[in-house]
T-cell receptor, first 114, second 114 residues
Framework: AQSVTQLGSHVSVSEGALVLLRCNYS??????LFWYVQYPNQGLQLLLK??????LVKGINGFEAEFKKSETSFHLTKPSAHMSDAAEYFC????????????FGAGTRLAVHP | DTAVSQTPKYLVTQMGNDKSIKCEQN?????MYWYKQDSKKFLKIMFS???????INETVPNRFSPKSPDKAHLNLHINSLELGDSAVYFC?????????????FGPGTRLTVL
């Protein structure tokens, strides 16, 4: 069965600092990989996804993630944090060849302080 | 124009009552979903419909019954509400049911069972 682990339920960075949110998956076949962001009292919004091709994926708001098959990872990064990046971030996977069933990690709360 | 909308946004009710949550999408998508987010922010899929046909039915109590009158609508009816049903329920939609397809989420319905 697929699973997703997000290391660090809370991450705190200074404005302008590097953001690194970690995601590892467990699956016999590399799945499709997603990062979603949830702002307070809102729904989820797709940041980026990896389906095939180039393993470095660029998303919205300056975020990017790299799929590393050997490490079963899909970490999310942003070179310079902005106050508006404070939110909950979810890594998710769905099975190749299966229905679109997102399996989510537990989420990482990102705090950005001045 | 809201892509995926849900009503109501908040729902407070007593144990034992029956309630419904409605979802509509104006994206022209074929597939719709219900997710439950618990108090610890953990997200789990409940159901998915593709062209009004149920394709994903996770281990959910029989008290939960989804209904899709057409491709643009997916409603969730809950019988005999219990305290543990308190959560935020998200509706989502995608172009089709492929695992690589992006899911677009609604704003959520916060259900509180007293």
């Amino acid at each position: 069965a697929q699973s997703v682990t997000q290391l660090g339920s809370h991450v705190s960075v200074s404005e302008g600092a590097l953001v690194l949110l970690r995601c590892n998956y467990s699956s016999s076949v590399p799945p499709y990989l997603f990062w979603y962001v949830q702002y307070p009292n809102q729904g989820l919004q797709l940041l980026l996804k990896y389906t095939t091709g180039a393993t470095l994926v660029k998303g919205i708001n300056g975020f990017e993630a790299e799929f590393k098959k050997s490490e079963t990872s899909f970490h999310l990064t942003k070179p310079s944090a902005h106050m508006s990046d404070a939110a909950e971030y979810f890594c998710a996977v769905s099975e190749r060849g299966g229905y679109n069933k997102l399996i989510f990690g537990a989420g990482t709360r990102l705090a950005v302080h001045p | 124009d809201t892509a995926v909308s849900q009503t109501p946004k908040y729902l407070v009710t007593q144990m034992g009552n029956d309630k419904s949550i409605k979802c509509e999408q104006n994206l022209g998508h074929d597939t719709m979903y219900w997710y439950k987010q618990d108090s610890k922010k953990f997200l789990k899929i409940m159901f998915s419909y593709n062209n009004k046909e149920l394709i994903i039915n996770e281990t959910v109590p029989n008290r939960f019954s989804p209904k899709s009158p057409d491709k643009a609508h997916l409603n969730l009816h809950i019988n005999s509400l219990e305290l543990g049903d308190s959560a935020v329920y998200f509706c989502a939609s995608s172009q089709d049911s492929r695992g690589s397809d992006t899911q677009y989420f609604g704003p959520g319905t916060r259900l509180t069972v007293l």
